[in-house]
Nanobody, 120 residues
Framework: QVQLVESGGGLVQAGGSLRLSCAASGRILSINTMGWYRQAPGKQRELVAHVFSGGDTKYADSVKGRFTVSRDNAKNTVYLQMNSLNPEDTAVYYC??????????????WGQGTQVTVSS
């Protein structure tokens, strides 16, 4: 069984920063992509950023230049450094990872979500 546990959400004023962390644990043979999605009230879940096993990254246009995604493969952990936050960044942030647990295939796993609230 695989678990993703997130931490680091909270309340911050506009212009402030937060750092999210997500650690994967359990029966893990290999991890491909790790990243972050978010879902604001009344909106669909959207990709924020992800990082491939080789280190390449991809960002949503709305966060480019403000957010940085990184990973520590030794710790099976992905991070999201969020700077210059604005109220539009308010959402529940979910960690996501493609993990080979048993067998040959990679399956998508999700964290429980962490609330990020940015006040104006």
């Amino acid at each position: 069984q695989v678990q993703l546990v997130e931490s680091g959400g909270g309340l911050v004023q506009a212009g402030g920063s937060l750092r999210l962390s997500c650690a994967a644990s359990g029966r893990i043979l290999s991890i491909n992509t790790m990243g972050w999605y978010r879902q604001a009230p009344g909106k669909q879940r959207e990709l924020v950023a992800h990082v491939f096993s080789g280190g390449d990254t991809k960002y949503a246009d709305s966060v480019k230049g403000r957010f940085t995604v990184s990973r520590d493969n030794a710790k099976n952990t992905v991070y999201l450094q969020m700077n210059s936050l604005n109220p539009e960044d308010t959402a529940v942030y979910y960690c996501n990872a493609l993990i080979q647990s048993t067998g040959l295939s990679y399956d998508a796993y999700w964290g429980q979500g962490t609330q990020v609230t940015v006040s104006s």
